[in-house]
């Protein structure tokens, strides 16, 4: 095939606009976070200020609440995508593996899951929650998310398992172990990059949950990330420069999670996306 | 053929009735903690959730809680506030899946190219859809704010504006606020799931067209988009059903406001049950919403059905 400079330069030129409209609000955020209060206002729009400083980041670590939110969001983020993929692994095998009567619907009832708004379920899960105990904890906003997020963690592992030959686990079956410890010893190991997807997917959506948050917790001891810095924002809502260092704070672990697991991502949904 | 396959196995079957048992339950012990967790969290709050829409469930009213039939209903549809809401919730969910799935097909087509640096421009633009929503909110609020963000200035220097104002509170322009931010957010899902597609292609398809000497746009017309109708139509319905839902973008930039100008219903359901606490109105409300995208759904799924077996 020939080619011409013009298209090439065009298609270059339409990545590069890409990147600078994706990365651009980041980079702002990180911009603004560095900017002494004194150069705030007056260098509001320039690239970058002309003196830059850590302190936004020391006084957010050392004088805000925002530790405890860190600490609040990690275990609730974790948990979920823990319990999250160790269910969707058990049940995305059973839809890879098995051919059962319940399995359509169990597959209509997953996908209806996905259909319906969930602020529906907002004033009910408030309502049931409230004489268990479980508002105003972490335990019930676990229990919550590991809910919304199992179904589609099953079809994400379904799409793993299916990726991987039958054969290997009927010669384990043949040589006398069960299903289960070939389940275990073979064809979990082989599907870590799926798992690695799953956690990952699972891990930013709950630290990105906030209407539920919201809702379900009161006050700071048991406030998510979210939760924490709209009360931050509203508290401080003139010191941008704390605010923003907050938000990219709240931003590396999510970024870094997907940065390590995106190329799995892209090939579970790819996997997915095939089948249609 | 499965079916005889079956009665064979039967006939065949010398298990003991304990291991016949055992290795039918086998896949229902795999997907009940799965099944168990839906059902309890997901499935019995729905039914609830539509019990409420029929009740008075006001949460600091200790009397309330009896069936009042379609009360609830009834207020609805006097109730102006809602179809603002419904209005906005039509422009929001289609400015923001028509311009996401439209920028999300190029960035798809470019990436689709093979260039030097792919996997990292690859990483790089899809990386807003590891921002997590009420960050990207705040973000982007951030830069519409006239004192710190970049937006109204360029805006003013361009002269579009009369003077760098703040567009989320400007009745007329506020909606373009979170939808510019949903639209950043979202590029990359489409971009993923196309791109995905894409590359399921066969690549001799275009080499033939190109031998045949169709121009690009021919080839794109009657081999790309064919290829990607079924992701396409499937993705659309998703999209439309999520965002129209997604009410954290206007919670954390606008609020709603100003004056319920980017009230959407899935943010004015949230505003009842949370500030007014009347859950049984919120649930009402709800229910409509459920309803009309059931209803949207079997539309799409119809349409693309029709479309498979033209294919």
């Not at chain 1, 702002?28 to 302190?55: A, I």
């Not at chain 1, 069960?178 to 990059?193: C, D, G, H, V, Y």
């Not at chain 2, 190219?113 to 807003?128: D, E, H, M, T, Y």
Request: aromatic share 14%.
């Amino acid at each position: 095939m020939k080619t011409s400079l013009l298209p090439t330069i065009a298609h270059r030129l339409a990545i590069l606009a890409y990147v600078i409209f994706a990365l651009f609000p980041l980079y702002w955020l990180f911009k603004v976070s560095l900017t002494p209060n004194d150069l705030l206002y007056s260098e509001g729009v320039r690239m970058w200020p002309s003196r830059t400083t850590w302190e936004h980041y020391s006084f957010v670590l050392q004088h805000s609440a925002f530790p405890t939110f860190f600490k609040n969001s990690l275990i609730v983020s974790g948990s979920t995508a823990i319990i999250v993929t160790i269910c969707a692994s058990l049940s995305g095998y059973a839809l890879s593996r098995f051919n059962f009567r319940a399995k359509y619907w169990i597959v209509g009832l997953m996908l209806l899951t996905q259909m319906f708004p969930l602020v529906m379920l907002v004033a009910p899960i408030f309502k049931i929650l409230t004489p268990l105990g479980l508002t105003n904890s972490l335990t019930g906003l676990i229990v919550v998310y590991t809910a919304f997020n199992v179904p589609f963690a099953t079809f994400l592992m379904q799409s793993f398992f299916d990726g991987i030959p039958k054969d290997l686990e009927e010669a384990a079956m043949i040589d006398g172990a069960t299903k289960f410890t070939a389940f275990r010893e073979i064809i979990l190991p082989l599907t870590l990059p799926g798992i690695a997807a799953t956690l990952g997917f699972v891990f930013t959506a709950a630290w990105s949950e906030l209407l539920f948050a919201l809702m379900l917790i009161n006050g700071n001891n048991a406030a998510t990330f979210p939760v924490g810095l709209l009360t931050f924002v509203s508290k401080f809502s003139v010191d941008f420069g704390q605010m923003m260092a907050a938000g990219v704070l709240a931003l590396i672990p999510a970024a870094l999670f997907f940065l390590l697991i995106q190329r799995y991502l892209v090939q579970g949904l790819t996997a997915g996306a095939v089948k249609g | 053929m499965t079916m005889t396959a079956d009665v064979y196995d039967r006939r065949q079957d010398r298990r003991p009735w304990q291991k016949r048992l055992a290795d039918a339950s086998e896949p229902y012990l795999y997907s009940a903690p799965a099944l168990i967790l839906i059902i309890v969290v997901m499935l019995v709050p729905l039914v609830v959730g539509i019990s409420y829409a029929f009740r008075d469930i006001q949460l600091l009213n200790p009397f309330s809680g009896g069936f009042i039939g379609l009360e609830h209903f009834e207020t609805l549809s006097k109730d102006k506030a809602f179809y603002v809401a419904l209005k906005n919730t039509l422009w929001w969910t289609g400015a923001s899946v028509f311009l996401q799935f439209t920028f999300g097909l190029i960035l798809a087509l470019l990436l689709d190219k093979p260039f030097v640096g792919r996997g990292l421009v690859q990483a790089l633009v899809f990386l807003p859809w590891a921002v997590p929503s009420f960050l990207a909110g705040l973000n982007w609020a951030w830069l519409f704010n006239p004192v710190i963000g970049p937006i109204p200035h360029w805006l003013f220097d361009l002269g579009l504006m009369s003077q760098p104002g703040n567009i989320l509170s400007d009745p007329q322009y506020a909606m373009w606020g979170p939808i510019i931010a949903n639209v950043w957010w979202g590029i990359p899902f489409f971009a993923i799931t196309l791109l995905a597609a894409l590359q399921s292609i066969p690549r001799d398809l275009y080499e033939a067209a190109s031998i045949d000497g169709a121009s690009w746009f021919q080839r794109f017309w009657s081999i790309t988009l064919p290829f990607l109708a079924p992701t396409i139509a499937i993705t659309v319905l998703l999209r439309t059903v999520w965002i129209s839902n997604f009410a954290d973008l206007i919670v954390v930039m606008t609020g709603g406001g100003p004056a319920d100008r980017t009230q959407i219903v899935a943010s004015y359901i949230f505003t009842q049950a949370f500030k007014a606490l009347d859950f049984g109105y919120a649930s009402a409300i709800a229910l409509v919403l459920l309803v009309l995208l059931l209803a949207y759904s079997m539309l799409i799924i119809l349409l693309r059905q029709t479309l498979l077996n033209k294919g």
